[in-house]
């Protein structure tokens, strides 16, 4: 069975600092990868995905995302954070069949200082 | 397009007690689910639709039921609820792609005392 692992339970950086989120997937086909961030309170919204081609994904909010086959790593990463950014942050992966089942990993919850 | 929208937002329930989350689309999905989320453990999927008419368990479906309304409609039924079930439930939905987004609601606090 497919499962996420996000080693990082709480991060915090200062405002303006680089990001790294890691993330790492063990699935025996391709994966399809995305991340997801949910500000406190709310429900969760795509940040970006990775399915095929380039291994370097971009996605809203400044954020992108590297696929390493060889680690079974797609780690989140932004070059400045900002304020707003202070959320947590979910890994998943979606199984490769009909329904687009998602599993996700236990999450980072990311606070930034001023 | 309101999204995916869930009621209610918050319930406290006794143990014992029925209820049921009610969820609902605009976006004409054909695949909905249930998920809860508890601390360190991210979301686990409780039950998804694939399509109108089917139903099915995800990684935690014990002490749960669901419906499939219509195209629009999910609904996920506590029959007896216990304290283990206190979490924060979503509602999802997507064209039901492997490739494609998943669209959360809101989310819906629920405490068993």
């Known amino acids: 069975a497919q499962s996420v692992t996000q080693p990082d339970i ?12 890691r993330c790492n997937y063990s699935y025996g ?5 995305f991340w997801y961030v949910q500000s406190p309170g709310q429900g969760l919204q795509l940040l970006l995905k990775y399915f095929s081609g380039d ?3 971009q996605g809203i909010k400044g954020f992108e995302a590297e696929f390493k086959r060889s680690q079974s790593s797609f780690n ?10 202070a959320a947590e942050y979910f890994c998943a992966v979606a199984v490769n069949n009909a329904g687009n089942m998602l599993t996700f990993g236990g999450g980072t919850r990311l606070m930034v200082k001023p | 397009n309101a999204g995916v929208t869930q009621t209610p937002k918050f319930q406290v329930l006794k143990t014992g007690q ?4 009610q969820c609902a689309q605009d976006m004409n999905h054909n695949s909905m689910y249930w998920y809860r989320q508890d601390p360190g453990m991210g979301l686990r999927l409780i039950y998804y639709s694939a399509s109108e008419g089917t139903t099915d368990k995800g990684e ?14 999910f609904s996920l039924r506590l029959e007896s609820a216990a304290p283990s079930q206190t979490s924060v439930y979503f509602c999802a ?3 039901g792609h492997n490739t494609d987004t998943q669209y959360f609601g809101p989310g819906t606090r629920l405490t068993v005392l």
């Open chain 1, 10 to 21: 709480h991060i915090t950086v200062s405002e303006g600092a680089s990001l790294e989120l």
């Open chain 1, 55 to 57: 291994t370097l994904v």
């Open chain 2, 93 to 95: 939905s997507s064209t």
């Open chain 1, 76 to 85: 989140l990463r932004k070059p400045s954070v900002h304020w707003s950014d």
């Open chain 2, 18 to 21: 029925s209820m049921t989350l």
């Open chain 2, 60 to 73: 935690v479906p014990n002490g749960y039921n669901v419906s499939r309304l219509n195209k629009r409609e």
């Open chain 1, 29 to 33: 086909a391709t994966p399809y990868l």
